[in-house]
């Protein structure tokens, strides 16, 4: 990998290579996806005007007096140079409406500033149309952190309109405004059913009913509570990790409303609990057809690692486009 020197001519180090393994750095990485975050685009100018950015969730307000914030740079990152020398740089905070925006910036293409809507700031950075909050920053200071590099930024402008952030958890985005819904539904009385699609490795966690047909393991009726679906599961010996909302929606011959998540899981498995591979669920042994066309979907999705968010009723609705996994 080839060094680089920041704007102070400070030469900084190539990353340590160090004793931990490939699958202790996955485990790292899911662990330290724990904490939900926002999700940023930084900004800026290359010598010649050229606008760069790119999406990023390692972003962190400093200090209040003076106004500092910090965003760390990958070292691998193409545009990694470009921020380190540039004297000013952007961050837009993104509404939970702007997930195509935090995919096109996390991509490599060369039309991003083709494709998204943006205008320049007082210093002339770039700054996305629609974020909830925008700052511009003059470059206080670069700190050389491992594979990573600790640019802090002294705010120099910003605004900020309101509205919902977009969340990023456990390698998905989620929306706040999601989460309402949810609560408004609760508080207006209707039946939950809480569920989980759980993988344990290659395999898919399901319940046996007993006339033999599957379905997707999920809370004991009358659970009210995201809590109370992981406590049941905890007493079967299950022990969900990595989760993420996958599907909200009105069963309207049931008379519930259906929220289910997927995620990893450690554990056991019960009599009635059995594990099947991912490329091998005999879609015709489950029972429910919002569950068997939920789990298609999962199957095709997991091939990708690209899973999305489905919003409507069990028979039609709308399957939201998240990104990849990291």
Partial sequence: MNQFVAGSGHKLSEPTRSAITNEAKRALRDALGAFPTGVTVITTRQQDGTPRGFTANSFTSVSLDPPLLLVCLAKTAHSCQVF???????????????????NLFASRRPDKFDEAAWHPGVSGVPLLDGA???FECQRDSLVDAGDHVILIGQITDFDSRGGNPLGYHRGAFFTLGTEDS?????????????????????????KTEADGSLSVPSAPPGSRSHAAMIKHFTSLGIEPQAQALYAVYDDTQAGYLSIFYHGTATGGTTPDHLL??????PFDRIGNVAERSMLERYAAEARHGGFGIYQGTETAGTVHQIAKNQ
């Fill in 132 to 134: 909830v909050a925008i």
């Fill in 182 to 206: 949810l609560v408004a539904a609760a508080a207006r009385g209707a039946p939950l059913h809480f569920g989980a699609i759980l993988r344990f490795r290659d395999s898919i966690l399901f």
């Fill in 84 to 102: 380190a020398e540039a004297p000013q740089f952007g961050v837009s905070i993104l509404s939970d409406s702007q997930k195509e925006v935090a």
């Fill in 276 to 281: 099947i591979p991912i490329q091998g669920i």
